[in-house]
């Protein structure tokens, strides 16, 4: 286990809806990184949370939104929900930008 | 639980033979490189990791291998376990962008007894 724990662990959608997904860090990170992992691919970076600023993204549309906070758990929101939003979405914590990034198991959304 | 890489390359391996998942990359400015293995309902587990100024490293039971030249990544798991059937993960890291790990399409390996 990577001590990085994510919620919910399922959850389902309707297209244009808006979802909130939680991170919790490991103790110690100060960075966390969202991932999506579509079925059958690799996981494409959405964005990174340094400290509470965002400090690097992906190519993903502004309707994909986090936040980090002052004990480094974060969320990732994503608003008017489409069909191909449907997803598995991770977490990875690290002590830095530079350090070795730790996931967490990881938060399926269906949208319909 | 999750199914995760349904149409991903498979290799298949006899339990105690030795595997080798290759990995090809595509941005010369990547300086760090890490395989990562996922299980079915799981998030990415770090395996082993390796930067740019290194040709080789090992670790227990895994050692990954890097050609700048020809941009090739490959992880050797020796004696290979049932418990390593997974999907197994490439990812880079370029100097410019400390935050992004771009991954690979991933490789389904499957140990046999």
């Known amino acids: 286990e990577t001590g990085v724990t994510q919620s919910p662990t399922h959850l389902i959608k309707t297209r244009g809806q808006q979802v909130t997904l939680r991170c919790s860090s490991q103790?110690?990170?100060?960075?966390v990184s969202w991932y999506q992992q579509a079925l059958g691919q690799g996981p494409q970076f959405i964005f990174q949370?340094?400290?509470?600023?965002?400090?690097g993204r992906g190519n993903f549309p502004p309707r994909f939104s986090g936040l980090q906070f002052p004990n480094y758990s974060s969320e990732l929101n994503v608003n008017a929900l489409e069909l191909d939003d449907s997803a598995l979405y991770l977490c990875?914590?690290?002590?830095?930008?530079?350090?070795?990034?730790?996931f967490g198991p990881g938060t399926r959304l269906t949208v319909t | 639980g999750e199914s995760v890489g349904l149409h991903l390359p498979t290799l298949s391996v006899q339990e105690g033979d030795n595997s080798i998942i290759n990995c090809a990359y595509s941005?010369?400015?990547?300086?760090?490189f890490i395989w990562y293995k996922q299980e079915s309902g799981k998030g990415p587990q770090f395996i082993i990791d390796?930067?740019?100024?290194?040709d080789k490293r090992q670790g227990q039971r895994v050692t990954v291998l890097l050609n700048k030249t020809v941009k090739h990544l490959s992880l050797q798991i020796a004696a290979t376990q049932p418990g390593d059937s997974a999907v197994y993960f490439c990812?880079?890291?370029?100097?410019?962008?400390?935050?992004?790990?771009?991954f690979g399409t991933g490789t389904r390996l499957q140990v046999t007894l």
């Open positions: 990812a880079e890291r370029d100097t410019g962008t400390a935050s992004k790990l771009t």
């Open positions: 941005n010369s400015a990547s300086d760090y």
């Open positions: 990875a914590s690290s002590l830095d930008g530079w350090h070795e990034q730790y």
């Open positions: 949370y340094y400290r509470e600023e965002e400090n």
């Open positions: 390796i930067r740019s100024n290194m």
């Open positions: 103790s110690g990170h100060n960075t």
